[in-house]
């Protein structure tokens, strides 16, 4: 394709309704005025700052005119009792870099300015930019030093916690909202960071995620935890989602966490605890060399896909067989975890592939991972959990939420509506 052909297409491209072809055309002319007289685009003195600078000192004096009732200069604004009264001048930082501005002032002082309102520093899509660079994983330096690089504007780290600290009450809020009724399947899980609370330790942050009657995956909450939790810790924690509005869960998948499946039983009495096949079988090779690594997973592949109970007993048998004397513990892992790991054996495959793995929360705590993979440790519980909550209200592409839906959900529905009866509301 030629230059020329190029440039028509462009010109195609800006003819169509809808296109934007006026703000392509800005574009082309602002990039080529840059170009002319040697600036850059953004930072201190960049092209664009002057034209940031432009735009918002014409929309204040729109509002002053707005606020007085008569244009600068209008002899209409003469004995009116209130009229201009000079400037104040200061510098806010936008997504294009600091831009200084002349503030107008009224002689009663009553002006208030909605595009930059008073004592603000910064103008809309500033703030939301730096908690977009620290959901992504950067932390408080690295976002300063962004800046600086790509702005030439100076941000104290001071300020950009404050920034960050802004999501912390929609944090408590988001926390503590209601939930739905019924959750035909709940996904229980944790990620481990580092937090310092007087000294560094590894400390896990429990994640659940809700899958609701229409396939909607949705995490219900985050709890920080110390690692030891017992059936009281679960009680509270679940208790809270009650609180919230869970009155019933039909399958709880977890993946063996101490006291949790009594917890679960005791709070939702008729619902089904099913441990994650994954993290058992994860689990078995722990004891295990690495060299027997393939052979274990395939035999163990022949329990957990049998098509009853019975059969997958029969498997296990020879198994034991084939492995328990060399590696007895995973014998005993599998035959401790046998309560919690046949729940899934009797039903059909649609409903097996959905809580046979708590993969779902697995791909979510990959996101987790990749934003607290830069920071040695968080300050604070708070600290550690404002970057996960960031993490979950950033949309994914092609996701109306950070875990989308469940594929295959109708087909699994109907099977458990044949299970669960009216248990299962649509409403």
Known sequence: MTD?????????????????GLDVQLARELIERA?????????????????????????????????????????????????????????????VGPVPIEVPRDRRGEFEPQIVPKHARRIAGFDEAVISLYAKGLTTGEIQAHLAEIYQTEVSKDLISRIT????????????????????????????????????????????VGINCQGERDVLGLWVGTGGEGAKQWM????????????????????GLKGLPEAINEVWPLATV?????????????????????????????????PTVEAAQDR?????????????????????????FTPF?????????????TNAVESLNARFRQATRRRGHFPSEQAALKVLYLVIR?????????????????????????FYGDRISLN
């Open 4 to 20: 020329g052909d190029t440039t028509a297409s462009q010109d195609d491209y800006e003819d169509r309704p809808g296109s934007g």
């Open 35 to 95: 170009q002319a007289e040697g600036v850059s685009l953004v930072g201190p003195g960049g092209l664009l700052a002057g034209v940031t600078r432009t735009v918002l000192q014409t929309a204040l004096e729109a509002e002053m005119t707005e606020h007085l009732g008569y244009d600068k200069g209008d002899p209409a604004g003469r004995g009116a009792g209130n009229h201009r009264n000079g400037s104040s001048a200061k510098t806010v930082h936008t997504e």
């Open 165 to 208: 600290d802004q999501v912390v009450d929609e944090l408590k809020i988001w926390q503590n909202r209601p939930l739905d009724r019924v959750y035909p399947v709940m996904l229980i899980d944790a990620i481990h960071v580092k937090i310092r609370e007087g000294q560094v330790t590894n400390r896990p942050i429990y994640v659940v």
């Open 236 to 255: 509270s924690v679940l208790t809270e989602l009650k609180n919230r509005g869970v009155a019933d869960v039909l399958i709880a998948c977890c993946d």
């Open 274 to 306: 099913q441990e994650c096949v994954v993290h058992l079988v994860r689990a078995s090779l722990r004891y295990a060399a690495r060299s027997h690594w393939g052979a274990i997973t395939k035999a163990l592949r022949t329990v957990y896909t049998a």
């Open 316 to 340: 296990f048998d020879e198994f034991e067989q084939t492995w328990g004397a060399k590696y007895p513990a995973i014998i005993r892992l599998w035959r401790s975890s046998w309560e919690q």
């Open 345 to 357: 054996l009797a039903f059909p495959p649609d409903i097996r592939k959905i809580i046979y793995t």
């Open 394 to 418: 950033t949309p994914q592409r092609n996701r109306s939420n950070v875990t989308g839906r469940t594929h295959g959900w109708k087909q699994a529905l109907n099977t458990l509506v044949m």
